[in-house]
């Protein structure tokens, strides 16, 4: 069973929907049992990084995500949730993140519009089975006005151009990102989900 985790900042329905779509046992959870028990982790999330933050501290998942993935249990962070997988966010101050990877978040520094909003190409990365199937240029649907700094480049499964290079999709052992909305990103994203759900068993 993949729980889907409520902490008061996340596209809840639309992200269940995509998983019933694909046959994915799943569930919608918001306790400490509830991610111990699941079998593995999706956490969305829309909004800014501190509330999200605060958010999750305050309903006390913090130290029971990062035991559950430490020792094994697949992750997958949407949209704002990968960010929040980063140690530090530079969103209107700083603040900590969950510290599963390393690098920071960090603002678009150009003359492009922000929020970045909209379908962009992937452009290939490092080789990861979470990609499997999906092709160069394949479209995804994005809404940020951050975007992530990773320390290890050979994380990036597909970055995307907007002025410059962001990463699109993370992978590091069992821990998954997309900057993008998968659920709202056509055959494309449905790949991605379901290429997630390989990796629970």
Not at 69 to 84: D, E, H, S, Y
Request: hydrophobic share 40%; charged share 25%; glycine share 12%.
């Amino acid at each position: 069973m993949i729980g889907i985790i409520d902490y008061g900042a996340g596209n809840l329905k639309s992200v269940s929907h995509a998983l019933d779509q694909l046959g994915l046992d799943r569930k919608i959870i918001s306790t400490e049992r509830e991610v111990n028990e699941s079998d593995a982790l999706i956490l969305p999330g829309v909004g800014a990084f501190r509330d999200a933050m605060v958010n999750l501290e305050n309903v006390g998942l913090v130290d029971v995500i990062k035991e559950n993935v430490t020792a094994g249990k697949p992750i997958l962070g949407i949209c704002l949730g990968m960010q929040l997988f980063y140690e530090t966010s530079y969103e209107n101050g700083k603040w900590a993140g969950l510290g599963l990877l390393k690098g920071e978040v960090v603002r678009f520094e150009h003359d492009l519009k922000i929020p970045h909003m909209g379908w962009n190409q992937l452009l290939r990365g490092n080789n990861d089975e979470i990609g499997n199937g999906i092709g160069e240029g394949e479209y995804t649907y994005f809404v940020h006005s951050y975007y992530v700094n990773p320390k290890d480049e050979n994380e990036v499964v597909f970055w995307t151009d907007y002025g410059i290079e962001v990463p699109a999709v993370v992978r590091k052992d069992n821990v998954v990102g997309m900057q993008f909305h998968p659920e709202k990103s056509s055959k494309t994203g449905m790949k991605l989900l379901s290429n997630f759900g390989e990796m629970v068993t």
